[in-house]
């Protein structure tokens, strides 16, 4: 049994690499740390799930995401998500893989730790001569900044700690 449920946690832990987050699409809910844990009992499977921001309007989309993802994968008959506030998501939880995801995105990933400092670089040429023009951008978690050197206005993830 333990090897049965073992099997299906690797799987769907693979299956979630897959659920992009909606305003992100180049990045996973793994790869942004928002995957508290996968608990699977026998053929049930209970995700916690961490809100990068808690008014997020993403978060119904990504919560069916993960119920449609996860409910094709044999062996599992019933999905559940729950929201998990405590801990509460941080930017620390951000992959290295995700984080160059935002770049390539055009996203400028936050500090990795709390005593790093805000330093924004730009994604597109990594200047570090850049300003933060508006703190409120497109959407709650990111802010819009602008390159000096390239010339190109970007948005920012906001960090969290």
């Not at 984080?99 to 730790?113: S, T």
Request: with cysteine.
């Amino acid at each position: 049994m333990t090897t049965v449920v073992g099997t299906i946690e690797g799987e769907v832990w693979k299956q979630l690499e897959n659920v992009k987050d909606p305003e992100i699409p180049s990045i996973s809910v793994v790869e942004m740390g928002m995957i508290h844990r996968v608990l699977v009992e026998e053929s049930h499977v209970v995700i916690e799930f961490m809100p990068t921001f808690v008014g997020c309007p993403a978060l119904k989309i990504i919560e069916q995401n993960i119920v449609d993802q996860l409910s094709a994968l044999p062996g599992v008959t019933n999905v559940q998500v729950e929201l998990v506030f405590e801990p509460a998501w941080t930017s620390e939880r951000i992959s290295e893989t995700g984080r160059e995801k935002l770049r390539q995105f055009g996203i400028a990933p936050p500090p990795g730790k709390p005593e790093d400092h805000w330093e924004i670089a730009c994604p597109y040429c990594g200047s570090r001569d850049t300003t933060l023009d508006n703190l409120f951008g497109p959407a709650a978690c990111r802010s819009i900044a602008y390159c000096r050197d390239c010339r190109n206005p970007f948005e920012a993830l906001k960090p969290i700690y």
